[in-house]
């Protein structure tokens, strides 16, 4: 079986679905592997390098689709409907695809997958189970995301991040706020500690409180009922009512108005990102304050934040990097790469002489993830009953 890796041509992608690595250990399982001229160059990993891992590297695009069984990609393929290249159309009937599909942000795809006939497998499904956590391109992603956003704040911020006392006189440590504490923000309580500033955390989760002490920050939250019932079974956020928003949103204002710096990481999968900072706190804040928001491209926490802009309000920069784990390409490849790794394993069966992945379909992770299937859209969120009851 042949396993494609081609080169991202979303706009603001450096990663790659497999670095030399991985690459080696699809080699030894008995996978030929194909990459695409330059697959890897944004993020650091030349051809030579996969050709030294056992790979075999493809010029274009129209050749590397037609032979592929396996698609590995970080991000949803290109449609022909998009006015650009089709990579959608190259792809075999019956062939495994495998990336961040974004269903609810582009739902016109799931009938292209499925008339195209390709198996189409969202990653960011994988649900959030013991076993499934070396899976988790969530996880993996946002982790780096908290930290980079940390870093990002700090270049637009005019001052130092830690006290520092000088014969001079003394320099105050920079106060950072989090809000949403997720992978990402609990990535990011820990980076702004390690620069020495002073941390406060707020999360809809009683859960989070725990985490964010133990990492030395100062946790922010209104008492209510509602906090019984505030995460899902998938370890996400729910979606709080209108008294608790309101609530919350006061005390957070009234916290973040003492902030230097706010970092928004908060998300609902499958809907807009819940708005936590408005005009009105944005205005509150002292000048020269920084806001990352990374959930800017599902709606952003911030009112004023704009898509890959970092804008300037009333002496407050508002940082919206689009597709901020791209901006640490290395490492973000390298650990995509092995959550990939991590979910065909386990489905793989050598045979003399040859391999083949024969995928559980009743496997709980992979039930979860699988959108297409034969033709039909089979994922119960998106299925329509009729074509959900023949599966």
Aim: charged share 20%; glycine share 8%.
């Amino acid at each position: 079986m042949k396993i494609a890796i081609p080169r991202e041509r979303r706009a603001c992608e450096k990663r790659v679905a497999a670095t030399p690595e991985t690459v080696k250990k699809y080699v030894g399982m008995g996978f030929e592997v194909l990459v695409e001229k330059d697959a890897g160059t944004a993020s650091r990993y030349m051809d030579d390098q996969y050709v030294a891992a056992g790979a075999s590297i493809i010029g274009s695009m129209q050749e590397l689709y037609s032979q592929a069984d396996i698609v590995l990609k970080v991000q949803r393929p290109l449609l022909a409907s998009e006015g650009g290249e089709d990579e959608l159309g190259c792809m075999k009937s019956g062939a495994l695809l495998l990336a961040v599909l974004s269903p609810y942000s582009a739902p016109e795809a799931l009938d292209a997958y499925a008339k195209q006939g390709v198996i189409a497998i969202a990653l960011e499904f994988v649900p959030r189970i013991t076993r499934a956590q070396s899976m988790d391109v969530l996880s993996s992603q946002s982790n780096l995301a908290g930290y980079r956003a940390v870093l990002d704040a700090a270049y637009e911020y005019g001052r130092g991040f830690p006290m520092m006392m000088t014969a001079a006189g003394t320099i105050a440590p920079a106060r950072v706020m989090v809000l949403g504490a997720g992978v990402a923000g609990l990535q990011a309580i820990a980076t702004a500690k390690r620069l020495g500033a002073i941390v406060s955390a707020t999360d809809v989760r009683p859960v989070a409180k725990e985490q964010v002490e133990s990492l030395g920050g100062k946790f922010v939250m209104v008492e209510s009922d509602e906090l019984k019932d505030a995460e899902t079974a998938g370890g996400y956020a729910k979606e709080m009512s209108d008294d608790f928003k309101r609530k919350q949103a006061a005390l957070v204002a009234e916290t973040l108005a003492k902030q230097d710096i706010a970092i928004c990481t908060a998300l609902i999968p499958g809907r807009k990102a819940p708005t936590l900072i408005t005009d009105e706190m944005v205005h509150s804040m002292k000048p020269g304050s920084i806001i990352v928001d990374l959930a800017v491209e599902q709606g952003g926490n911030c009112t004023l934040s704009k898509p890959g802009e970092v804008v300037e309000v009333n002496g407050v920069k508002i940082v919206g990097h689009f597709n901020v784990p791209s901006r640490v390409a290395t490492d973000a490849s390298a650990l995509f790469a092995k959550n990939l790794l991590n979910y065909l394993t386990p489905h793989v069966k050598a045979g003399e002489g040859s391999v083949e992945l024969a995928l559980d379909w009743a496997d709980e992770i992979v039930a979860a993830s699988v959108l297409t299937r034969a033709g039909d859209i089979v994922h119960p969120n998106f299925a329509a009953p009729a074509a959900a009851a023949n599966q």
